[in-house]
């Protein structure tokens, strides 16, 4: 099983910044994909960003220019650089993993989640 340890969320002014850090650890084979989702309350979850193992990347078109997704593949972690926030980007940032675990001498391809870490932007 997969665990993934998120930090760096907190309280931020518009126009201010914060980075997101998630790290994976467990039995990987291999990643083929980490990013992160957001959920607004009332609001349906989201994708933010994500980076492919071949290092493609992904922005939503909401943060492109202010997001940055960065991946350390020595350490199996993942970056999320928020920059010139916006009330509208508060909500629960979730990390995601696309991994290949070993169980019982055999490998499988599973979603793995984050328990989530709050972003909220005032004014």
């Known amino acids: 099983q997969v665990q993934l340890v998120e930090s760096g969320g907190g309280l931020v002014q518009a126009g201010g910044s914060l980075r997101l850090s998630c790290a994976a650890s467990g039995s990987i084979f291999s990643i083929d994909s980490m990013g992160w989702y957001r959920q607004a309350l009332g609001k349906q979850r989201e994708l933010v960003a994500r980076?492919?193992?071949?290092?493609?990347?992904n922005l939503a078109d909401s943060v492109k220019g202010r997001f940055t997704i960065s991946r350390d593949t020595a350490k199996n972690t993942v970056y999320l650089q928020m920059d010139s926030l916006k009330y509208e980007d508060t909500a629960v940032y979730y990390c995601?993993?696309?991994?290949?675990?070993?169980?019982?001498?055999?490998?499988?391809?599973?979603?793995?989640w984050g328990q989530g870490t709050q972003v909220t932007v005032s004014s």
């Open positions: 980076v492919t193992n071949s290092g493609s990347t």
């Open positions: 995601t993993c696309n991994a290949r675990t070993f169980v019982g001498g055999l490998t499988i391809d599973r979603a793995y």
